[in-house]
Structure formats: C-alpha cells, structure tokens
C-alpha cells in the first residue's frame, strides 16, 4: 500500500519518561487522519519527530519515502500549529508574499492563497489588526505553499468561529480529495468525528485504539440511545405500551446494547399511531474517547 507517512515501532524517553512506547500508524494519500490524546499523552512528540525536529530514540519513520527533516521530506510537508505567530507589522499579503519567496515561488501567488482561506479582503490589513481567527488562517494559507502531499495540523480550528471552522474543514475535504494526506490533532472531537476517516487515540505514549469510528464503535460496545417521542398528550399510553424507558423530555429514552437496537426498533415501529418520531444516538467520539481512555487508566 502506497504510505505518505509511516511509523514503525517508534519510541522516544524524555529522562523517566517515555513519551511515545512502540507506535506504529501510516497514513495514505488523500487520508484524514484524526490524532487524539489528553495533554501529555504523547502526541506534541509523535508530531515533532514526523516534522525532524526531535529524533526518535527507536524504529523507523518515513515521511514520503524520505527521513523526517530531509530537504524531500520537508519540500513535502507543511505544519500549522496551535498558536500561529506572525509579524504585526507585515500585511497578510506582505507575509504570505514572504514565505511563497522563501519557497521560491513568486509572491504573486500571495492573493489567490489568501482568497482560498476566506482572506481576500483583509489582505492590505497590517496582521497586528488580526483577530486570533484570522492569525490561524494566515498559517493556513502558509501551510498550503507549495501543494504539500503531508499536512501536519495541530489544533487547526482554534480561534475560528463556527462558519470558520466549517470553511476550514470544506478546505481540508478538498485537499484530501486532491491527494494530500492530513493528520489532524485536535481536542474538539466533536467537529473531528464526521471529517476525517480514521481516528488514533493516544494515551501515556501508547496507542490504545486505531480505525475507522465504525470500527471503534463496534469494539467499545457502548450502548445505543432511542428517544422515543409520544403525539401530545400520550406520553401515559406510550409508556404503558413500551416499558423500560425513561422518561426524559418530551418522551421516553432507552439505552440498549447494539445487538438490541433492531428489536427495539422493530417493537416501536408496531405502536403505530402511539410514536409521533424517534431518534436514534450512536456513541459519539466523545464516548468513544473516553471509554478507551478510562480502560487505559486516565
């Protein structure tokens, strides 16, 4: 299988403490791939050794064939971290002028990168005027110089409003079609769960779980909820007619395992005119995460 990123067996002590014990994870062309870990689980490391600022104590990395740090490897990688800094006094196309250079590429190419992070027409604006928001897709359009094939992204969203984040995200669907592959660490599982297609929690160094989040699902077990809501006035009758729930808001709520989810469907779809509506709730990631990091201890 054709890998933008490998990891083989990787590990890396800082003194007592091992930071990363034995991982492994490859990433393929045009894959998202979500990196999540409580502060200290190891994940600021994982991505300092892809990037070749810190070296591994042991196994093997390739980033698109090349040693992490490498001329190839680092023509082919772009990185946004958290906490972008920029000159305050620099124009947003002053600088991102500045870094197409630095790649050699004509800074021409400054307002079209600006243009496609949603920047255009704050481009003549000294950055210092920037809010934090606009500071995070300045770097964005940095990380996007030169059609990297790796984007390394580090709590990408933070500072960016609702709409901001859901253009961000539209961004990243396109760069992933196009063939760029994306590992993504971020604390807001929420807006990760429906945008990226394989999830790696991390914990003390280790990786506790890996796939799909159909996958991850499936091994945690956790229980599926049914909200089950009445037509006005007959929350009594529903409850008579399908015991167990709970009530909660405006109906009854049931939690079952997911080899119970179909025969309670099918009891409810033969109460007919006693259900108005019915929703059901996976496990969330945010579930999923914490099931996983609770087995692991934390």
């Given at each position: 299988m054709q890998t933008t990123l490998a990891l083989s067996q990787i590990t890396?002590?800082?003194?007592?403490?091992?930071?990363?014990?034995?991982?492994?994870?490859?990433?393929?062309?045009?894959?998202?791939?979500?990196?999540?870990?409580?502060?200290?689980?190891?994940?600021?490391?994982?991505m300092k050794i892809i990037l070749g600022l810190i070296d591994a104590d042991g196994g093997e990395v390739q980033v698109m064939g090349a040693a992490p740090?490498?001329?190839?490897?680092?023509?082919?990688?772009?990185?946004?971290?958290?906490?972008?800094?920029?000159?305050?006094?620099?124009?947003?196309?002053?600088?991102?002028?500045h870094y197409l250079r630095l790649r050699g590429e004509?800074?021409?190419?400054?307002?079209?990168?600006?243009?496609?992070v949603g920047?255009?027409?704050?481009?003549?604006?000294?950055?210092?005027?920037?809010?934090?928001?606009m500071r995070q897709r300045v770097g964005l359009a940095q990380a996007l110089i030169g059609r990297?094939?790796?984007?390394?992204?580090?709590?990408?969203?933070?500072?960016?409003?609702?709409?901001?984040?859901?253009d961000f995200y539209a961004l990243l669907d396109g760069l992933a079609a196009d063939g760029a592959s994306i590992l993504l660490s971020s604390h807001a599982l929420t807006e990760v769960e429906a945008r990226t297609d394989r999830i790696v929690i991390l914990s003390r160094g280790?990786?506790?779980?890996?796939?799909?989040?159909?996958?991850?699902r499936t091994r945690a077990a956790l229980p599926v909820t049914v909200?089950?809501?009445?037509?006005?006035?007959?929350?009594?009758?529903l409850a008579e007619a399908l015991p167990g729930g709970r009530p909660m808001g405006a109906g009854l709520r049931f939690e079952v395992a997911q080899a119970g989810k179909l025969p309670l469907l099918s009891r409810i779809a033969g109460l007919g005119a006693l259900v108005a509506?019915?929703?059901?709730?996976?496990?969330?990631?945010?579930?999923?995460?914490?099931?996983?990091?609770?087995r692991d201890g934390q």
């Open positions: 890396k002590t800082f003194g007592a403490v091992r930071a990363l014990d034995a991982v492994s994870l490859h990433l393929a062309p045009g894959e998202r791939l979500a990196l999540l870990g409580h502060n200290g689980a190891g994940k600021s490391t994982m740090g490498s001329a190839a490897a680092r023509r082919a990688t772009a990185y946004l971290p958290e906490n972008v800094a920029f000159h305050p006094a620099l124009t947003g196309l002053e600088q991102i002028g004509p800074a021409s190419k400054a307002p079209a990168l600006l243009d496609r920047l255009g027409h704050a481009g003549k604006r000294r950055i210092g005027t920037y809010s934090k928001g990297p094939g790796l984007l390394v992204l580090d709590e990408p969203t933070s500072g960016l409003d609702p709409v901001s984040r859901r280790v990786v506790v779980a890996e796939g799909r989040l159909e996958d991850l909200q089950v809501i009445p037509p006005e006035g007959g929350m009594a009758a509506d019915i929703e059901v709730e996976p496990p969330s990631l945010e579930d999923i995460y914490s099931h996983f990091s609770r």
